[in-house]
């Protein structure tokens, strides 16, 4: 495949990002209940690895004890069919394009289309990488949109609920809106934005702009935003952002879809030409984040008007600037709006096999009601005691290791916290999604002026101007972030403001504008975490605790015992926990 993206598109910027999305996972929904999930870079150590989910998928498989023929239903998060061909025809032959350019482009999209995202490519694909074909009668190809909204759906426990999904692009469109009743989802056709007006796709180029990673860095320009005030006026709304009545919204430069640097001369002439600093970066990020929120707010205006569901769904890659989420959700007139851990494309397999199902002809109101419960976020695989010694023991020359009972893990890791040190924590089933929540994280005590400096050089290896989330018990989070409408916050996908008389007790977990981007806890969610963190509270009178995901800049969150301690070595964490076992260096 890539072989295939290399030779005909080239520098184009058409890519397996742009056809078949990016975050490779894979799913298991059995009788309504989803029994597994893991993306394909916890386990082939590629971040954001678009390669084919094989690994994922024989996890899954195997955690359930089941072989491919006992599927009753193979969900694919992508619908690449004829008409998708022919509409994005279409638009090339209606292009101002010299005429010789469009007829390559629209010869190279019937091979791409033939050979690489077709139904027959992607079961030919499937075939060749697992060794087994579907039946094409137990096939369902669910579009991309669909499967985000499925997915916010599902996780939050299938109730009723309107929905925003925004991201970069789908097969045509960057974002839609609708209404899903008894699983059976309505799509308001007057609100579709084509991926020529793509906030998402437009967040991406300034993020390339920036001189960061596109579909990889934006949460860096968000981080950015904190340190400035939008311009005003802001160009971004005066001159490029078109609000209409409808509640759609358009560029007044169209982009271009393939191509993250057309409106580079643009942001020059907005904002001057660019500069390597703090000051240039954090101004056009400020811009940039206000541009964004105005434009969701307007979405979500619309449609509060013509729904009458009290329960707002906001999915994909959008939904994951966690800057926007908490205002928009304020003045939405929303009662409720949730933001699923698996928002980004990490979700969307969950989404497709859970949309598969509800769709299904067996699957009636009894079944769904049966399967109606918020599902936790830890999907992923575990390691029990045995395989955490096994792992161990090849790093005996390099550590020293001592072994707790169960009782006793809470109260030395509390006692620990107390001081000025970073320490690596696994504990449990992975978690899905782009969050590190509390079973493969890097905890320290916020208490600690320079704490946040410390793990930013000497372990994350990344920017020094990255905040860093604060864990927080979910009784207790009102007291100290002024949290609005908002009651909880589990997956770290709404940001508030820290309480003034909080700001000097918990200084390594608030951002330079005063704000943190929480994750709440409960005993029923994340016991052993919980617990700890109660703790620690008991033993300092700190309120939160800093989490940061397990991983080094540039790689994926660990997965396994091995992976967790390669990170343990290759950094200046001071204490390991694996389970129960206390690890440090020698």
């Given at each position: 495949m890539s072989e295939f993206f290399s030779e005909r598109f080239g520098a184009t910027g058409i890519n397996k990002h742009y056809l078949l999305g990016h975050d490779a996972a894979a799913a298991l929904v059995i009788d309504g209940r989803l029994v597994a999930a893991v993306e394909e870079e916890r386990l082939n150590r590629e971040k954001k690895t678009t390669d084919f989910p094989v690994n994922a998928i024989d996890w899954c498989l195997e955690e359930a004890g089941i072989t491919y023929d006992d599927v009753d239903l193979f969900a694919f998060p992508w619908n690449w069919?004829?008409?998708?061909?022919?509409?994005?025809?279409?638009?090339?032959?209606?292009?101002?394009?010299?005429?010789?350019?469009?007829?390559?482009?629209?010869?190279?999209?019937?091979?791409?289309?033939?050979?690489?995202?077709?139904?027959?490519?992607?079961?030919?694909?499937?075939?060749?990488?697992?060794?087994?074909?579907?039946?094409?009668?137990?096939?369902?190809?669910?579009?991309?949109?669909?499967?985000?909204?499925?997915?916010?759906?599902?996780?939050?426990?299938?109730?009723?609920?309107?929905?925003?999904?925004?991201?970069?692009?789908?097969?045509?469109?960057?974002?839609?809106?609708?209404?899903?009743?008894?699983?059976?989802?309505?799509?308001?056709?007057?609100?579709?934005?084509?991926?020529?007006?793509?906030?998402?796709?437009?967040?991406?180029?300034?993020?390339?702009?920036?001189?960061?990673?596109?579909?990889?860095?934006?949460?860096?320009v968000m981080g950015l935003a904190g340190y400035a005030a939008p311009p005003s006026p802001n160009p971004f709304l005066e001159k490029l952002l078109t609000l209409h009545d409808d509640g759609r919204y358009s560029f007044t430069k169209p982009l271009q879809t393939d191509n993250l640097h057309s409106h580079d001369e643009l942001f020059e002439e907005y904002f001057g030409p660019f500069e390597d600093t703090l000051e240039y970066t954090s101004r056009v990020s400020a811009a940039a984040q206000e541009m964004l929120n105005v434009a969701t707010a307007h979405q979500v205006r619309h449609l509060r008007g013509r729904t009458d569901l009290d329960r707002l769904l906001f999915e994909g890659g959008v939904a994951l600037n966690c800057l926007n989420n908490t205002p928009m959700f304020e003045g939405s007139g929303f009662e409720d709006m949730q933001v699923s851990f698996g928002a980004s494309d990490t979700g969307i397999t969950i989404g497709a096999a859970a949309h598969a199902w509800l769709n299904d002809a067996g699957t009636g109101p009894e079944a769904i009601a049966a399967a109606s419960a918020p599902v936790t976020p830890y999907l992923g695989p575990a390691y029990d005691e045995a395989a955490i010694a096994e792992a161990v023991e090849g790093f005996a020359d390099r550590v020293t290791v001592t072994r707790l009972e169960d009782d006793e893990v809470v109260d030395h890791v509390a006692q620990l916290l107390t001081q000025k040190v970073v320490i690596g924590w696994f504990d449990g089933r992975v978690e899905h999604g782009p969050r590190a929540l509390g079973h493969r994280s890097i905890l320290a005590n916020p208490g600690f002026d320079d704490i946040k400096d410390i793990i930013n050089t000497r372990v994350k290896h990344r920017e020094p101007f990255r905040p860093f989330a604060p864990l927080v018990l979910e009784e207790q989070a009102p007291k100290i972030f002024e949290m609005g409408r908002k009651t909880s916050s589990p997956y770290m996908t709404f940001v508030f403001p820290v309480r003034e008389e909080y700001k000097d007790r918990i200084p390594g977990a608030v951002h330079v504008d005063g704000t943190s981007r929480i994750q709440t806890l409960t005993d029923e969610g994340t016991p052993r975490l919980t617990a700890l963190l109660r703790k620690f509270i008991e033993l300092t009178d700190t309120p939160c605790l800093i989490n940061t995901s397990f991983n080094v800049a540039g790689e994926p969150i660990v997965c396994t015992p091995t992976d967790a301690l390669n990170c343990f070595m290759g950094t200046e964490i001071d204490y390991l926990i694996l389970g129960n076992h206390v690890i440090a260096k020698r």
């Open positions: 069919s004829e008409q998708v061909l022919d509409e994005i025809l279409d638009g090339i032959r209606s292009s101002s394009a010299p005429e010789d350019a469009k007829a390559r482009l629209v010869a190279d999209m019937r091979d791409l289309f033939e050979q690489v995202v077709s139904h027959d490519a992607i079961l030919a694909d499937f075939e060749a990488r697992t060794g087994h074909r579907p039946d094409p009668a137990k096939v369902r190809f669910v579009p991309h949109h669909l499967a985000h909204a499925t997915t916010g759906y599902y996780l939050a426990g299938m109730k009723d609920a309107a929905f925003l999904v925004s991201d970069g692009r789908a097969e045509r469109f960057s974002t839609l809106t609708g209404e899903i009743r008894g699983g059976r989802i309505t799509v308001f056709e007057d609100s579709v934005t084509g991926a020529h007006h793509s906030m998402g796709t437009l967040f991406s180029s300034i993020t390339r702009f920036l001189g960061f990673v596109p579909n990889n860095d934006e949460y860096k």
